[in-house]
Nanobody, 128 residues
Framework: EVQLVESGGGSVAAGGSLILSCAAS????????MGWFRQAPGKEREAVAA????????AYADSVEGRFVISQDNAKNTMYLQMNSLIPEDTAMYYCAAGERYAVRIGSCLSGSKYNYWGQGTQVTVSS
């Protein structure tokens, strides 16, 4: 079974940066997508970024394109989200996720329906 543990959240002023980490265990070759999602109070969960496990294909939500970078260190079984130029609208609980449901295109990995494993979340707060 896949287990995911996020870390690295915190409070930062607008314009600042944070790096989130997701330590994964149990990820196998059947894992098709890994990604970051976020949910702000009173809002629906939304995709932030996704990456192919062991690969280089990535996809980003329009709202973070050019500001956030998703990456992975296969040797450490860890996925990262580098968040730059943070704005107050980025304030949310951020979740790491892994999915074994087939996704032919990396863009499909931005759909929450592709994921069946979720972490507990890490809070990111951006002040203006």
């Amino acid at each position: 079974e896949v287990q995911l543990v996020e870390s690295g959240g915190g409070s930062v002023a607008a314009g600042g940066s944070l790096i989130l980490s997701c330590a994964a265990s149990g990820v196998t070759s059947s894992t098709a997508c890994m990604g970051w999602f976020r949910q702000a109070p009173g809002k629906e969960r939304e995709a932030v970024a996704a990456i192919r496990p062991g690969g280089s294909s990535t996809a980003y939500a329009d709202s973070v394109e050019g500001r956030f970078v998703i990456s992975q260190d296969n040797a450490k079984n860890t996925m990262y989200l580098q968040m730059n130029s943070l704005i107050p609208e980025d304030t949310a609980m951020y979740y790491c996720a892994a999915g074994e449901r087939y996704a032919v295109r990396i863009g499909s990995c931005l759909s929450g329906s592709k994921y069946n494993y979720w972490g507990q979340g890490t809070q990111v707060t951006v002040s203006s």
